[in-house]
């Protein structure tokens, strides 16, 4: 404890009088981004840039084109000593003297004192977010969440360290071998984010090590994308055992070894993209490089350079590396200067702002003007010490190379692969060397602990993270339950306000599984942040009959003002823990003329997005007059929709779901039909990350429509499941639309938003007729007595703007073979005329009536030869989208042309519609706005109303 108060107060005091790094490059970035990608066991050979025609790289070849290749890149022979070189900026034995590597539940580790890159950056004012293999110790004072890091998602150590009955001794598809001795008695593998043991390692985590890190890479990306970051991406390939995955396994020609290098290139195209797409390019820079030279018995290669890993000839030392940040490092370019791992502490720290440490020893130097290509650079290394564990093997000064106990010298300029022994020709050059070796023995020591190393860290008592009995140590195991879908709040007014939580039993990001589990949660909420009493405090339990969520309204708020919901979720009221928690505004009411604005929204498709090959594709273009589109294909696409950050960052004051927010029947064979068929439709939607987030900040109001009712164009008719019931039942258990109890509550409703502003949403699955049925007066979708409603409300109303949000269009066009909407032929046009015809009557026609409808796959404004306007939201998401049916077609519900349509999209593309309602001022009366944007934000059309007089 003294030792880490010491070292906080180091950092404060050091950083109060930190410098600019004042090295003048014109076109530098202030303060960069920084980003390591460390493989494991990559040979200098084993990919494109670096000469490999046995495995493809096409991402690593455009990274090299982009950037600069450093040819002479140095790392320790080792996993645990290069990493602890990397992180202290110094020689491995200085920071951590060790003969070999780390082992679960060695009592060492890097010391607590050490101050890493991570502290100096975070230091600064960076994110900092290691994801990958740490490997500098596995007991909590040496983690990487106690060295510097915000963020840690991944393994302690090596993947191969753990019994051979999880896999860890064995390469994909091989038996499990017989061992003996320490390496057969380990502790199993876990698998960790922060403190906290996810899970125990089997063979099909191995699988999915470089899927789930590079998401992991990518959401951290995005996570900070506002903010300086450094992201430190430690690989656990391509270390033996080898474990592609599913989507790269026989794909090389190279064998599983090729197999998962060439997911590790993926992996990194992954996130150079990210940085493009979020254009951070320029401002990021990123060095590729491997912990060690590779393995050749597991696949490696290392030509030119002689021998691999665990060696100090240059193929045990020398890694592939590549430095990128376009604009700022010249592209296609070499360099064969010295630079190590040691480089990168004082390197990313400069260029930074801040200062390197003076108060001990750094062995590394600045190489930035080696990266920036400055015509006067030189490696800050005059000599170079290769350590082998505690031993001095060799010593290079220039270009010469000597092995300390063969007496071999070789000129690596002129011999790369250190096969012509030149000693007996150049006696005074070894003379030399020698001498440059004893001087080192004062300092680091040429075989024992040399009085330059620093401490080692130590405990006392070490413990495994996982037992050999399968136990998770002491305050490493996960909280139970989780709410791994967040929080929602649903149906707001100006003075209520519905709130939920599910409980789950896993982290589902990693399993895969969100499976409900028991408990409770307390709802606490506040007036503002830092409040310190709770306006109101509420418990609720989550069961197996409600799929495990906790629902509760909140009473008596106060219009227009903005509440804080924090929560506690636990298996009873004795064992809470934090859980999500949510921000959001009361609507303002009728007595406030205080600006509105709201997305409306429609078809959030999971299985086009994500693209689900079981979907039928001949079916799909039959029902939608267009080819399947292409899935998502985004780095981000495990966050989910982009529309969903586009919108949170929007800030609207809620959302409106107007149905087809899952889909029951994609794919079509199989469909859900069961419960639990039924609501794994809704876990997936939600557990997204990107719902999560908005979720927290944007309050719902939500209806259904055919696809998360039964089918598509489904109405109360067919023996078959899902039943009308149990869509019915679904949609009150899944979605905050009613207070638990009130099972029987009307599903239609209205909201008065503000002085200006009334909305209503209408159900349009639950009360209708046959759609088979011959269209006439006794035809409804609305049905008797939600019509009633429905006009009484709207006569009533004074509000300035009156919208009535629909799930299904009731103008269009639409396409002339459905019969399920009030715009189409055979439908229910009857009850749409009768309508159009009381709102001429009732004169709220004139009264700044419009229409907002879902369920169609395209943006449109519609004017109907009544002059009643809608508009269209469009699908949420680019592969739902389709270009839709104009006036005039005849395969349209228009085939005369009398429709009008001021805007359609031209384009197909998903996105959603933004309304804004703004108070009369001096100069003008109150206006409504319509705003179509496509799934990245981007205005397509903008439409704005002034109140009629």
């Known amino acids: 404890m003294q030792h880490a108060f010491l070292r906080i107060i180091y950092i404060v005091a050091f950083f109060a009088s930190c410098l600019s790094y004042e090295r003048a490059v014109a076109s530098t970035v202030e303060r960069p981004n920084f980003i390591v990608i460390n493989i494991d066991d990559l040979g200098y050979g084993d990919i494109g840039p670096y000469g490999s025609t046995l495995n493809r790289t096409p991402n690593l070849d455009r990274m090299a084109e982009e950037g600069r290749r450093l040819t002479c890149f140095y790392a320790a022979p080792v996993c645990s000593p290069s990493r602890a070189s990397l992180m202290t900026g110094c020689y491995p034995k200085r920071a951590l003297s060790i003969p070999h590597v780390l082992f679960p539940a060695d009592p060492m580790g890097l010391h607590p004192d050490e101050v890493t890159v991570a502290e100096l950056l975070s230091a600064t004012g960076y994110a900092t977010g290691i994801i990958g293999k740490w490997h500098l110790g596995d007991q909590p004072e040496f983690l990487p969440t106690r060295q510097g890091f915000d963020y840690y998602f991944g393994l302690p150590y090596s993947n191969d360290m753990g019994p051979a009955a999880d896999g860890v001794k064995s390469n994909l598809g091989e038996p499990l071998p017989k061992l003996k001795g320490n390496r057969a008695n380990q502790p199993p593998l876990p698998l960790m984010r922060n403190e906290t043991v996810l899970k125990r390692v089997l063979p099909q985590d191995q699988r999915k090590l470089v899927e789930n890190y590079t998401n992991e890479a990518v959401s951290f990306i995005w996570n900070h994308r506002d903010e300086p970051f450094f992201l430190y991406l430690p690989h656990s390939a391509v270390h033996f055992p080898l474990y592609p995955g599913e989507a790269f396994h026989n794909q090389s020609s190279n064998g599983l070894f090729g197999d ?568 229910f046009q009857h009850e749409r005329d009768e309508f159009f015809a009381w709102l001429a009557e009732s004169g709220l026609d004139q009264q700044n009536f419009y229409l907002v409808c879902g369920d169609r796959h395209w943006q449109y404004h519609s004017i109907h030869p009544t002059g009643i306007e809608e508009f269209s939201s469009g699908a949420l998401v680019d592969a739902n989208a389709r270009l839709g049916r104009l006036p005039g077609d005849p395969q349209s519900t228009d085939p005369e042309g009398l429709i009008k349509v001021p805007y359609t999209q031209q384009n197909p593309s998903g996105g959603f519609l933004m309304i804004e309602v703004n108070p009369a001022t001096e100069d003008e009366t109150a206006t409504l706005s319509f705003t179509f944007h496509d799934e990245h934000g981007a205005v397509l059309h903008k439409h704005r109303k002034l109140a009629a007089d």
Request: charge should be negative; include cysteine; glycine fraction near 8%.
């Open 260 to 827: 998962w290098v060439e997911e590790v290139d993926w992996s990194v195209g992954q996130v150079l993209q990210t940085l493009r797409d979020l254009g951070l390019d320029e401002r990021t820079l990123v060095l590729f490089t491997s912990d060690n030279g590779g393995q050749p018995r597991h696949g490696a290669v290392n030509a030119p350079l002689r021998g691999g890993k665990g060696s100090t000839f240059e193929g045990g030392v020398r890694v592939p590396t590549i430095a990128w940040w376009p604009g700022n490092i010249p592209a296609d370019t070499e360099i064969a200067a010295v630079t190590s791992m040691m480089d990168i502490l004082p390197t990313f720290t400069k260029l930074a702002g801040g200062k390197v440490p003076t108060d001990r020893t750094i062995d590394g130097g600045d190489i930035w003007p080696i990266l920036a290509g400055a015509a006067d650079a030189e490696s800050p290394h005059e000599e170079f010490y290769y350590y082998r564990g505690l031993k001095l093997e060799a010593v290079r000064s220039g270009p010469w190379k000597l092995f300390l106990k063969s007496g071999e010298l070789y000129n690596l300029d002129s011999d790369i692969g250190e096969s012509q022994n030149v000693a007996e020709a150049h006696p005074e050059i070894v003379a030399r060397i020698r001498k440059l070796a004893s001087a080192i023995d004062s300092d680091l020591g040429t075989e024992a602990i040399g009085p330059g190393c620093r401490a080692l860290g130590r405990v006392n008592k070490a413990e495994p993270l996982i037992s050999r009995n399968g136990k998770v140590r002491e305050g490493f195991s996960p909280s139970s339950p989780q709410a791994a879908m967040g929080i929602m709040i649903g149906e707001l007014s100006a003075t209520t306000a519905l709130a939920q939580v599910r409980l789950n039993k896993n982290d589902p990001i990693v399993d895969s599984d969100a499976s409900g589990a028991a408990g409770v949660v307390r709802f606490v909420l506040y007036a503002t942040e830092d409040d310190a009493m709770p306006v109101a405090e509420k418990t609720a339990k989550a069961e197996a009959e409600h799929d495990f969520i906790a629902r509760l309204a909140f009473e008596g708020l106060e219009p227009g003002t903005t509440y804080v919901l924090k929560t506690q979720v636990g298996q009873d009221e004795n064992s809470f823990h934090p859980g999500p928690t949510a921000e959001f505004t009361t609507l303002p009411g009728r007595d406030s003329d205080k600006a509105v604005r709201f997305v409306v929204v429609t078809g959030m498709n999971y299985a086009k997005f994500h693209g689900d090959n079981r979907i039928d594709r001949r079916q799909h273009r039959i029902q939608n007059n267009t080819d399947l589109p292409q899935a998502y294909s985004g780095p981000d696409k495990h966050l989910g929709y982009p529309a969903l950050d586009t919108i949170r960052k929007l800030q609207p004051h809620f959302f409106v779901g107007t149905g087809d927010n899952v889909y029951y029947d994609t794919p079509t064979k199989p469909r859900a039909q069961t419960p639990a068929e039924l609501r794994k439709k809704w876990h997936e939607q939600f557990i997204q990350p990107r719902y999560r987030e908005m979720f927290a900040v944007v309050p719902t109001y939500w209806m259904i429509d055919d696809h998360d009712f039964r089918v598509d164009d489904c109405d109360l008719t067919g023996d078959y499941a899902p039943s009308p019931e149990l869509g019915r039942q679904m949609m009150l258990e899944q979605l905050p639309v009613t207070p638990r109890e009130d099972d029987d509550a009307k599903t239609y409703r209205t909201h008065r938003v503000n002085r200006d502003l009334q909305v209503w949403f209408p159900e349009n699955r639950m009360y209708r007729s046959p759609n088979a049925m011959a269209d006439g007066p006794d035809k409804s979708i609305w049905g008797t007595e939600q019509k009633k409603w429905l006009y009484r409300t709207l006569a009533e109303s004074d509000a300035t703007f009156k919208l009535l949000i629909s799930p299904t269009p009731m103008i269009g066009p639409d396409d002339k073979r459905k019969t399920d909407n009030h715009a189409d032929i055979g439908g």
